[in-house]
Every structure is written in structure tokens, then in C-alpha cells.
């Protein structure tokens, strides 16, 4: 019994020496990559974050219209608006400036977007530490000064317009702002805010005989599936419109009686409250906002805008005060064959 113990014993052993010697020596037929990467010196690499193209419009809205009932004010710029001209300002200065020097209007700041078309306009937005985005001009120069109805002038127009088509579509309500208007008093007091009216929008000058000389330099629209089919035939038609800018499209639109097809309620804005250099309002004590309307170019709008900002100060120092300085930089600029605009 203890013979076949013993032998017992050393076949065990024998077994477990073969096993060892079979692991050792014999190929790897199966892929380990445990194995592999012990046997190679590799080194486990770490998994890598998958990046999703970020929604930087979406995030800006959400930002700008945050504490606003989902309303986001919009003013488009490119370079020629931020470089400074004679005196040291620029368009933007201009227009910050009235935000600080206009009555209930420096918290809307909070909810300003400053689209950029190039970007330095975008730098200077950002070193102002505004809301900012940088619109999509792939394939079109938007950097110099565009001339009022030159070929890059209507296509910048174009381009805004397909923006502000884009916010719409995101349930935003907008009030656009041309970068040449000043901002004395807090418009959203003077809009109607009760939801019945779709859109309100600037006129040059109160003029029921000549119809509604709409103004595309300030206006506000409400997000719905009317506004949004509106400015979808409004884009649409720049195939058609060659040559025209798109404030001259939406003027057709409405002679055409696209909006009540639509059934879009439009307010048109007095110039009373919301002036220009078309018409002045005749009550300090009344308007909202100044544009340099009937103005060609950047740096007359500048000059008498500057004296705009000099009238409303000495307003609101007296209020005896209540007459609008000439615009007489801006009267000449039709007449000005030999300016030329910077590149």
C-alpha cells in the first residue's frame, strides 16, 4: 500500500511539472491583451472624451435672454463699426454710450447680443465683456465699411436677415437694433407687450398718404409660426430681388397683403417716440430712440449722432432743452462724391 502511495505522489508531481513546462514553452494560439500588453511594454491607454460640436448661438441666446421672458436684443457689427474714426469713436461707443446715458435702459445691456460679421468686430465685443456671436460670412467680405445700397451692403442685409430667421426658429422674441440707433429711453415701456401684436416696426417718417415707409433698423417680433413663415418668404425672396435691399423685400411683402394672409398683426412705430434723422420727433420728452436714418455714411452718423447724445444730456440736465441739433454732416453725406470708405 505505501508502494502505491508513493506513486501516486510522483505522478501528481510529474503532472503539475508538465503542466508548468506545456505554459511556458507552448506559442499563444488565442490573443490575450492583458498578456500583450505585458509581453510588448505597452501601457494602457486612457479613453478619449468624444466632442460634440458645441451650439454656440443656442448657449448666447439662452445667456442674453436669460430674465427677459425669452426676448433677446440684437445689433449686427463688423469692423468699420468698432474702428475709430475722426475724434476717436466708433458706432459702438456711440450706441453703449446711450445705453448709460438713456433713461431704464443700462440693465437691458444685460440682454444685448452684438453679432459680429468678421473678427475683430467679435475682439472688441468680447473685450467689452457683451454677448457676442460670430456670424457665419464664409465666402463674402463683411469687414470694410458697406456703402448704403452697394452689392455687399444688400448682401450683409441678406445675411442678418437669415439670423434673425435662425433665432425665430429657436423660440426666441427679438428686438432687432441697427447699430446707428440711439437708445435714450427704455423702448420695451413704449412696445405693446400684451402679445397681440407680432411684430412692431420702425417708419422713416409718419406718412399715411405715402403708406408705411417701414424702417428695417429697429423692430420687434414675437416667436410663433406666423413671424416664422413671414421672415421664411422674406429670405426667400432675395432669389427674386436682385438689387433690392431687404427692407425694400418686406415693403413689397406687405403692400402685397402677404401679412394678413398670414394673419401677422404689425404695429408701426411713430416717429414721435422712435425718431430718426428722416424725421425728427418734435418732444424730447416722448422719444425712445434716435437712428441715423437718411445717412450714408459712418463717419457723419458718428459726428451727429455725438450731438444727438449732447442734446438729450442737456435735456435731461434742464429740461428746457428740447430741440434736435442739425444733422448736417449727414445732410451732406448724399452729396459727398469723394468719400471713400475704408477696405
Request: proline residues 3%; negative net charge; hydrophobic residues 40%.
Amino acid at each position: 500500500m505505501r508502494v502505491c502511495h508513493d506513486s501516486s505522489g510522483n505522478l501528481a508531481v510529474a503532472l503539475l511539472l508538465a503542466g508548468a513546462l506545456y505554459i511556458i514553452f507552448s506559442p499563444r494560439s488565442i490573443s490575450d491583451p492583458i498578456s500583450d500588453i505585458l509581453h510588448n511594454g505597452n501601457t494602457l491607454q486612457p479613453l478619449k472624451n468624444v466632442e460634440f460640436p458645441a451650439d454656440e448661438l443656442g448657449e448666447v441666446l439662452d445667456s442674453a435672454a436669460a430674465g427677459n421672458n425669452k426676448t433677446v436684443i440684437i445689433a449686427v457689427v463688423n469692423r468699420a463699426y468698432v474702428e475709430e474714426v475722426e475724434g476717436g469713436r466708433t458706432m459702438l461707443d456711440l450706441l453703449l454710450e446711450s445705453f448709460w446715458e438713456g433713461e431704464g435702459t443700462l440693465p437691458l445691456l444685460d440682454h444685448l447680443l452684438v453679432v459680429a460679421a468678421d473678427q475683430m468686430a467679435y475682439d472688441r465685443c468680447r473685450f467689452r465683456r457683451l454677448h457676442c456671436y460670430k456670424m457665419d460670412t464664409e465666402g463674402v467680405d463683411m469687414e470694410g465699411e458697406k456703402v448704403y445700397m452697394s452689392a455687399d451692403f444688400i448682401e450683409m442685409m441678406w445675411r442678418r436677415t437669415h439670423l434673425l430667421l435662425d433665432v425665430l426658429h429657436r423660440g426666441y422674441h427679438l428686438l432687432f437694433t441697427d447699430i446707428d440707433v440711439m437708445w435714450l429711453r427704455n423702448p420695451f415701456f413704449r412696445l405693446s407687450n400684451n402679445g397681440s401684436m407680432d411684430m412692431q416696426i420702425s417708419v422713416d417718417r409718419n406718412s399715411l398718404e405715402a403708406g408705411h415707409l417701414i424702417n428695417t433698423g429697429f423692430y420687434h417680433v414675437r416667436s410663433n409660426n406666423r413671424t416664422i413663415s413671414l421672415f421664411q418668404k422674406w429670405y426667400d425672396m432675395r432669389l427674386n430681388s436682385t438689387s433690392m435691399k431687404e427692407q425694400d423685400v418686406l415693403k413689397k411683402i406687405l403692400d402685397s397683403g402677404f401679412f394678413n394672409q398670414l394673419g401677422v398683426n404689425v404695429g408701426f412705430l411713430n416717429t414721435t417716440e422712435f425718431s430718426g434723422f428722416c424725421q425728427d420727433s418734435p418732444d424730447m420728452g416722448a422719444v425712445t430712440t434716435v437712428h441715423a436714418n437718411c445717412c450714408r455714411h459712418i463717419p457723419p452718423k458718428i459726428f451727429d449722432l455725438t450731438l444727438v447724445l449732447s442734446d438729450w444730456k442737456r435735456y435731461k440736465a434742464s429740461h428746457f432743452h428740447n430741440k434736435w441739433s442739425r444733422h448736417v454732416e449727414c445732410e451732406g453725406s448724399w452729396n459727398d462724391d469723394h468719400y471713400v470708405p475704408k477696405p
